[in-house]
């Protein structure tokens, strides 16, 4: 597909606060140093309009320069960060969203999250106020979580004030979240997909290779149009400029039922990162 294609069939979900996001952006986890800019150019020239980076990754300031050095209208980007588990209470929290807009310099962020809910601290609910907060001051547009689980969703909700608009979650063909998607699904918020091709583990399973030779497609662009089809955000990650185009080159076909229960029969529970009951 060409990039003017993808930027325009690539579905802008609405978001539980009126916002508009691409459904499929890129993660740049682990894509730091000299690279990271050059990386993200090519990765809007390749159509992507969405990043997904965190205070923790340590490239904030290269996905500004990126932005600020793109040619393309800031509001035709969508930017998510993420404020991270040293930074929970209010204080704390609004110290490192000022700190997160001075790195990327790029008058507002779209979507920022609380990267873990870390209940062992129990401040994810005065973290959650100093999100709030941050919207009213223009610097931050739509306010969100990652790795919660139904429960901690619940404390955050029954406490009153905003319901995130995303719960950016693990969920891949090994790890299908299905009780954390219904209680997203209940409260009006969207699933987002992180590590959504489980970092390659899938590339060479038989059900995706039978699926990828059924369409003619790799195991990336089969993996990404499977979340599109489920109605997941999703931010598959690669360093590669030469993978960027065809990783999100998933607009023009489409996975049949058979597909889609073959997939679903991957599930097993396959959990690669931490335990958010426990990290
Ligand atoms: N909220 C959280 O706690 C959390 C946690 C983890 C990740 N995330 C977010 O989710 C994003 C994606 O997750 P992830 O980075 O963990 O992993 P991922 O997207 O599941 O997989 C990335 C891996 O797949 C490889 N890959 C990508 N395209 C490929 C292709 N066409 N052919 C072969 N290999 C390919 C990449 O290699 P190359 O890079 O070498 O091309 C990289 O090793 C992150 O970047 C981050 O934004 C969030």
Aim: proline content about 5%; hydrophobic content about 40%; glycine content about 8%.
């Amino acid at each position: 597909m060409d990039a003017k294609s993808i930027v325009e069939l690539n579905p802008k979900v609405k978001l539980n606060n009126g916002q508009l996001i691409p459904q499929v952006g890129l993660g740049v986890y682990k894509v730091a140093g000299e690279s990271a800019e050059p990386l993200i150019l090519s990765a809007f020239e390749a159509g992507y309009r969405r990043i997904d980076t965190a205070a923790f990754y340590g490239n904030e300031p290269e996905v500004g320069a990126a932005v600020r050095n793109s040619g393309l209208p800031r509001e035709e980007i969508f930017v998510a960060t993420k404020i991270w588990k040293d930074d929970h209470g209010y204080e704390r929290a609004l110290n490192a969203i000022d700190e997160s807009l001075a790195r990327l310099d790029i008058d507002y962020i779209d979507m920022l999250l609380i990267h873990w809910p870390s209940p062992a601290l129990g401040k994810f609910v005065e973290t959650w106020a100093a999100l709030e907060k941050s919207l009213e001051s223009g610097g931050v547009r739509g306010i969100g979580v990652s790795n919660f689980q139904p429960d901690h969703l619940a404390t955050l909700i029954s406490a009153g004030g905003t319901v995130p608009a995303i719960n950016q979650v693990e969920l891949h063909p090994g790890f299908h979240q299905a009780e954390v998607r219904a209680a997203n699904d209940a409260h009006g918020i969207l699933t987002e997909a992180w590590s959504p091709l489980a970092r390659g583990r899938f590339n060479e399973d038989p059900v995706i290779e039978s699926i990828m030779a059924k369409h003619n497609r790799s195991a990336t662009q089969v993996i990404v149009r499977w979340h599109v089809q489920l109605g997941n955000l999703v931010i598959p990650k690669t360093a590669t400029a030469s993978r960027l185009q065809g990783n999100i080159s998933v607009f023009d076909f489409e996975l049949d039922e058979t597909d889609m229960d073959a997939i679903a029969g991957l599930d097993a529970g396959l959990r690669t990162g931490p335990n958010p009951d426990e990290f």
